[in-house]
């Protein structure tokens, strides 16, 4: 066993880019054995990329990792598990079709034979003291998230790791789960363990952490160590954290004046859900009884870490995915049980997140890309027959009106940058009688410029009397467009606020699991 | 810069020849008589050629069924089971219905039961793939192997021809079968092969219906969220390409042979299955590519008689052609994102 509180890794300024982002922006820390390193931030703060580097993913662009006090170039995964860093990534990476013993024996060396009797051996010596005793014999598909993830962690200790990194671990387990993992995490700090721990949730942070380190944006924006955890009051150190998190930056590129909230707008409901329903599914959460509405010319923001069912609700509005209770109201007409054709027509479109996979077909052309939805309709189409110069036409007039920047109609979507992809998916959705359009992280992956346009067509969209529902992690977007946001926690609306002053810190606290 | 469709297309056929020349040279057979033989054949006899046209009936029929599938992206592997129920269908069906009615409606009505039939044979792996997502690869290809079974049973037990030793369906009578072209020994079944492949290429290229079936194949979730019915699609492609092969067997039965007998398997499907890959799902390469693969058969049917090459030859050279296909494509593919920046 090392020493207590002895540095194992010591990041220094280490950077990295990637086109048109800064992961990581001179972020320093330093994990000591003993030690839990809690590390804190939105989507997009950088943690994921973090660790990437730590588990010998991607290699920093500057600064230096130093690994027992030297220098080192963390270069496979294979490296990193033999300098003793383990991870256990938020979606388990075990073979869910091979049993327990077999999955802690993967990556042995293909010419020997399985070695089963030294494995129950060690597993026992290593798990009774934590209390991870698996049954070695059990398929993996049988057991538990939790139990998967205690696997994992058995797989990292069997493979001698002294660092252990657990990315987002809790955020599909049942909150006694957590608290198993909780002691589990406190028990292997306690046997000198190193513990990286990423987490959303704020009272976690505090519960489990020994130090905490706050990433925004790419970059350290704050440290507590375990003397103020322990010295200060929980509430203040919450509030702290909130602060770091989700305060205001003076710099931010992308700012927006703050809509004023308007409260007639939300008089005249235009859209209507009431107790939506779906079930989870296996690494998904479902939606449990959503109810909210939207005002004509309303922007409903939409908040959440990325994967607590926003996409589902989404779905689930368009009609792409069955709702099994509950009903959805648009306008005068119930649209519950429509096909996503019917509620197309009735007014309701969906700008989808995934746009290369399911927002256009990639080798298609343009042209055809725009009708995808409206593939048979006249007059494009008359009597089933594809009228070729009609649609290319048609098509050219929209190319010009929204811009897209294409060498042809002709030209597949796939060529096209991303931000003439959501250009086009936009001349798509907003033809003929769109009333409500959700928007599915709609500036998610486009550069600054393309970023300001989209936002300023949701503006002028609402400004026309259409209503939004904006689904967004960036809370800055949010706050500059939306009249209310609503918060998404583990497939249930958390709360809905004004987007008033006060919105930031409430919208933030809701995001992390405390109450607005 | 990218390389003329037409030389990746010729230039693997030419290599394979090479490739195929060198395994016959080594199976100690002159690959150049054997060639000339083929073509001798299949192509430059009046009676080859003749033969080959017949040939390409069945065929394109089936090729227009695989295009379908194909370009929606369902792997109907089952044409062979699909065709041999349609072949019987007609076999069953056409003396009777000759001797009830007059020849032009006996054969239209044998058209529609064979396609009936075939289609009706591919609901169980069309309802477990849209609806179950069960993969149709499997499920056809044990289909097949049920379908061919099922064909000899009833060739064996139900309609089989009394008057006959050999096991076989009774025979259609010659002045009743598809008429023949002209003074030829061709089959009128070639006209409704033709027809059937350049109405498939049409409504997968022109037609809604078609576009449809080809954004399921080209992106299943982009349909989805299109709001396309994918599974009543994938029901629809399923009964037209099976319908198409179960022509396929009506058109070879109340065509060429008038009969099925026990056992008669000539697996078409299976070997047209890489003629229309070499074709790229186009119909109208689909026909020339099942008109070289027809000379083929038919001179390679002759060569093993004469030369003593077995008759598989022909599917050994159309696989030799397919690999060096893949490896040009590959290659090309590579050279030219090289090329980007």
Same mark, same amino acid.
């Given at each position: $066993?090392?020493?207590?509180?002895?540095?194992?890794?010591?990041?220094?300024?280490?950077?990295?880019?990637?086109?048109?982002?800064?992961?990581?922006?001179?972020?320093?820390?330093?994990?000591?054995?003993?030690?839990?390193?809690?590390?804190?931030?939105?989507?997009?703060?950088?943690?994921?990329?973090?660790?990437?580097?730590?588990?010998?993913?991607?290699?920093?662009?500057?600064?230096?990792?130093?690994?027992?006090?030297?220098?080192?170039?963390?270069?496979?995964?294979?490296?990193?598990?033999?300098?003793?860093?383990?991870?256990?990534?938020?979606?388990?990476?075990?073979?869910?079709?091979?049993?327990?013993?077999?999955?802690?024996?993967?990556?042995?060396?293909?010419?020997?034979?399985?070695?089963?009797?030294?494995?129950?051996?060690?597993?026992?010596?290593?798990?009774?003291?934590?209390?991870?005793?698996?049954?070695?014999?059990?398929?993996?598909?049988?057991?538990?998230?939790?139990?998967?993830?205690?696997?994992?962690?058995?797989?990292?200790?069997?493979?001698?790791?002294?660092?252990?990194?657990?990315?987002?671990?809790?955020? $599909?387990?049942?909150?006694?789960?957590?608290?198993?993992?909780?002691?589990?995490?406190?028990?292997?700090?306690?046997?000198?363990?190193?513990?990286?721990?990423?987490?959303?949730?704020?009272?976690?942070?505090?519960?489990?952490?020994?130090?905490?380190?706050?990433?925004?944006?790419?970059?350290?924006?704050?440290?507590?160590?375990?003397?103020?955890?322990?010295?200060?009051?929980?509430?203040?150190?919450?509030?702290?954290?909130?602060?770091?998190?989700?305060?205001?930056?003076?710099?931010?590129?992308?700012g927006a004046v703050q809509r004023s909230h308007s409260p007639e707008k939300t008089a005249n409901a235009l859209l209507e859900v009431r107790d939506l329903y779906v079930p989870a599914t296996p690494g998904n959460h479902g939606l449990e009884s959503v109810s909210f509405s939207i005002g004509q010319g309303e922007v409903l923001g939409l908040a959440g870490i990325d994967g607590n069912g926003q996409k589902q609700l989404a779905e689930a509005l368009a009609g792409q995915l069955p709702a099994v209770a509950g009903s959805i109201r648009l306008g005068p007409a119930q649209i519950t049980g429509l096909s996503v054709g019917r509620r197309r027509a009735a007014g309701l479109r969906y700008l989808t997140d995934d746009r290369l996979g399911e927002g256009i077909v990639g080798d298609f052309p343009v042209a055809i890309n725009l009708f995808l939805k409206e593939v048979g309709a006249p007059p494009l189409w008359r009597h089933g027959i594809e009228q070729r110069s009609a649609i290319e036409a048609r098509a050219g007039e929209l190319i010009r009106q929204y811009d897209v920047r294409t060498p042809s109609p002709r030209t597949p979507a796939g060529r096209l940058s991303g931000g003439n992809i959501q250009k086009l998916i936009l001349a798509r959705e907003l033809a003929f009688g769109a009333k409500l359009i959700i928007f599915n992280k709609p500036t998610h992956g486009l550069d600054l410029a393309n970023t300001l346009a989209a936002r300023q067509w949701i503006k002028d969209i609402a400004a026309g009397g259409m209503g939004v529902l904006l689904i967004s992690t960036d809370l800055e977007e949010l706050l500059a467009l939306s009249d209310r946001i609503a918060v998404m926690s583990r497939g249930r609306i958390a709360g809905i606020v004004d987007n008033s002053g006060a919105a930031r810190m409430a919208v933030g606290r809701l995001m992390t699991g405390l109450a607005a | 810069m990218m390389v003329p469709r037409l030389l990746l297309t010729i230039g693997p056929i030419i290599a394979a020849l090479i490739i195929a020349g060198a395994v016959l040279a080594v199976a100690g057979v002159n690959p150049l008589s054997y060639y000339a033989y083929v073509l001798q054949r299949g192509l430059l006899s009046p009676g080859g050629v003749q033969q080959t046209l017949t040939r390409m009936a069945p065929l394109l029929c089936i090729a227009a069924g695989l295009i379908i599938a194909f370009r929606a992206g369902i792997w109907n592997l089952g044409t062979d089971g699909q065709f041999l129920l349609g072949a019987v269908a007609a076999a069953a069906s056409g003396p009777l219905l000759a001797e009830m009615m007059p020849v032009g409606l006996a054969l239209f009505l044998c058209f529609v039961l064979s396609t009936l039939v075939a289609a009706l044979w591919s609901l169980l792996p069309a309802l477990l793939r849209a609806y179950q997502g069960v993969n149709e690869i499997i499920t056809t290809l044990m289909m097949t192997f049920l379908g061919t079974s099922l064909a000899n049973v009833l060739v064996k037990l139900v309609f089989l021809d009394p008057a006959t030793t050999v096991p076989q369906t009774r025979t259609l009578p010659v002045e009743d079968r598809l008429p023949r072209l002209f003074d030829t020994t061709v089959t009128s079944g070639l006209i409704l092969g033709l027809i059937a492949i350049i109405a498939v290429h049409l409504m997968m290229t022109r037609t809604a219906f078609g576009l449809r079936l080809r954004i399921v194949g080209a992106s299943p979730r982009a349909a989805l969220h299109a709001g396309l019915g994918v599974p009543a699609l994938t029901v629809a492609v399923f009964a037209l390409s099976a319908g198409l092969a179960g022509l396929a067997g009506a058109v070879d039965i109340l065509g060429v042979y008038g009969n099925v007998r026990t056992d008669w398997d000539p697996a078409y499907g299976m070997a047209v299955i890489p003629v229309v890959f070499l074709a790229r799902m186009n119909g109208f390469a689909a026909i020339a590519f099942v008109f070289l693969f027809s000379i083929l058969s038919i001179g390679g049917e002759s060569a093993a008689r004469r030369l003593g090459v077995p008759q598989n030859f022909t599917l050994v050279f159309v696989a030799i052609v397919l690999i060096v296909l893949a490896l040009a494509e590959y290659y090309t593919k590579r050279i030219s994102q090289s090329r980007e920046p």
């Open positions: $066993m090392p020493n207590a509180n002895q540095d194992i890794i010591v990041l220094d300024g280490v950077t990295k880019r990637f086109p048109g982002v800064l992961a990581n922006d001179a972020v320093s820390l330093t994990i000591r054995s003993g030690e839990v390193h809690v590390l804190l931030g939105e989507n997009g703060a950088g943690k994921s990329t973090l660790i990437d580097m730590l588990s010998g993913v991607q290699q920093p662009d500057d600064g230096h990792i130093f690994v027992d006090g030297k220098p080192t170039a963390i270069t496979s995964p294979r490296h990193a598990l033999a300098l003793g860093v383990g991870t256990v990534f938020q979606h388990t990476m075990l073979v869910p079709s091979l049993t327990v013993a077999e999955n802690l024996l993967l990556g042995a060396p293909w010419w020997q034979r399985p070695r089963k009797a030294e494995l129950r051996v060690r597993a026992a010596a290593i798990g009774n003291n934590l209390g991870i005793t698996p049954n070695l014999e059990a398929l993996t598909s049988s057991l538990s998230l939790g139990q998967q993830q205690q696997v994992e962690i058995l797989r990292a200790l069997l493979r001698n790791s002294r660092v252990l990194i657990l990315d987002e671990s809790t955020s $599909m387990l049942t909150p006694q789960g957590i608290e198993e993992l909780g002691a589990l995490v406190r028990k292997l700090a306690g046997q000198g363990l190193a513990i990286v721990f990423i987490t959303h949730k704020l009272k976690e942070a505090v519960a489990f952490g020994d130090r905490v380190s706050v990433l925004k944006l790419g970059r350290k924006v704050g440290e507590i160590d375990a003397g103020q955890l322990r010295s200060r009051s929980e509430t203040t150190i919450i509030s702290d954290i909130v602060e770091l998190m989700f305060g205001k930056r003076s710099d931010d590129p992308e | -």
